[in-house]
């Protein structure tokens, strides 16, 4: 079955940097794009980037444009997001995200948070 495990979240002071993995199985890892969520308390779940499935392409929201970076290892089975400058509105629960056949998967999550 499809299992899709976040790690690396943690508390960071704003200005700070986090690496966050996604450890995927139960499909062809390589042949998918793989996409990162969030959801702050109170607020909706939101997109935050996608990466294609050879990592030729990318695309962010435009809150986090110029500060995170999504990349994969498909020989590793996964999915990385570098998020720099870190601010206190990117605190967040973060999700990774993999769509097969017109069905939706997400990890557990891994909690973010951007305060001093």
């Known amino acids: 079955q499809v299992q899709l495990v976040e790690s690396g979240g943690g508390l960071v002071q704003p200005g700070g940097s986090l690496r966050l993995s996604c450890a995927a199985s139960?499909?062809?890892?390589?042949?998918?794009?793989m996409s990162w969520y969030r959801q702050a308390p109170g607020k909706e779940r939101e997109f935050v980037a996608v990466i294609t499935s050879a990592g030729v392409s990318t695309n962010y929201a435009a809150s986090v444009k110029g500060r995170f970076t999504i990349s994969r290892d498909n020989a590793k089975n996964t999915v990385y997001l570098q998020m720099n400058s870190l601010k206190p509105e990117d605190t967040a629960v973060y999700y990774c995200?993999?769509?097969?056949?017109?069905?939706?998967?997400w990890g557990q999550g891994t909690q973010v948070t951007v305060s001093s």
């Open positions: 139960g499909f062809t890892f390589s042949s998918i794009a």
């Open positions: 995200n993999v769509r097969l056949a017109s069905l939706s998967y």
